[in-house]
């Protein structure tokens, strides 16, 4: 079988063999790697996962109070959804900017520049996403190459350069498994259940 086919017990969906898609959640207070759900269909995309989802799943057993902040791909981003679990369940998200985005920037908010923590941070904005739905933009540069990021976030509270930080460890987590598929070259798992 080729890297992209899927495994050979898992029923094909128009006559195509689809890989299986199983959507997990790292928590960076535990270190506890959690399973969301497995994609339905042709290859689901992972914001049509997480609305599938209940509430508790969402909450991943924080109690009653705690935020949730989920460091999302750019691509998982649809401010209502966003919107409605903050609103709602008191989960939020952190993400990239995607360059098509076109927020409305509506106010600068107040932030330290001098806390060490915000080390980096070249400005704070709040934005109008789709909807309307409010939203602080970050932009970062980070010191050792230069490069600028641009952040975005429905929680509004959290120093920036936590933000920042928060995201990076995310993305040091894509670098893990990044590293594991090709240097190990593990292209594949034959498993369609959330228990296998």
Sequence with gaps: ???????????????????????YA??????????????????????????????TLLRQGAPTGRKVLYAWDKAGIDFMAWD??????????????????????????AWDPTDPVNTGIQRVELASGLAGVLLRRIEYQEPISGTLFTFITNEMTIRPGLIALLYKLRWD?????????????????WASTPEA
């Design 84 to 109: 409605r679990w903050k609103r709602s369940l008191g989960v939020y998200f952190v993400s990239r900017e995607k360059e098509n985005m076109k927020l409305e920037v509506s106010g600068l908010p």
């Design 173 to 189: 987590l894509e670098k893990v498994y990044d590293q594991i598929k090709n240097k190990f070259a593990e292209q594949q798992a």
């Design 26 to 55: 790292l928590s960076m207070r535990d270190h506890s790697l959690r399973h969301l759900a497995v994609g339905q269909g042709k290859k689901e995309h992972d914001i049509h996962v997480l609305k599938r989802l209940e509430a």
């Design 1 to 23: 079988m080729g890297p992209d086919r899927a495994a050979a017990h898992d029923a094909p969906i128009d006559d195509t063999p689809f890989a299986t898609g199983h959507c």
